[in-house]
Nanobody, 122 residues
């Protein structure tokens, strides 16, 4: 079992920045791929970014490339998502997830946090 807890969401103006954090605990979090997904009202949960346990590989959705940066600290068991140049379409609940492959489907992730709301005002 891996437990995940997100923090850092909030309300920001368009063009602003936020940093989301995810604290992982339980069964050897560093062995897992850590990912971020988001879900806007009435929409399906979508992939945002993910990073491997050894920090050698990461992946981004096209919609966030160049604006978002994922990072992880395996000593602190933390994963962060720095979000710059935020736009209203980035408004969603953001979820941290842990899985065994660098996938883009929610089905490929086994553990999930409760989510944190990000609202971008125009």
């Amino acid at each position: 079992q891996v437990q995940l807890a997100e923090s850092g969401g909030g309300l920001v103006q368009a063009g602003g920045s936020l940093r989301l954090s995810c604290a992982a605990s339980g069964r050897t979090p560093r062995n897992y791929v850590m990912g971020w997904f988001r879900q806007a009202p009435g929409k399906e949960r979508e992939f945002v970014s993910a990073i491997t346990g050894n920090i050698l590989m990461s992946n981004y959705a096209n919609s966030v490339k160049g604006r978002f940066t994922i990072s992880r600290d395996n000593v602190k068991n933390m994963v962060s998502l720095k979000m710059n140049s935020l736009a209203p379409e980035d408004t969603a609940v953001y979820y941290c997830a842990a899985g065994l492959t660098l996938g883009v489907s929610p089905m490929e992730y086994d553990y999930w946090g409760q989510g944190t709301q990000v609202t971008v005002a125009s």
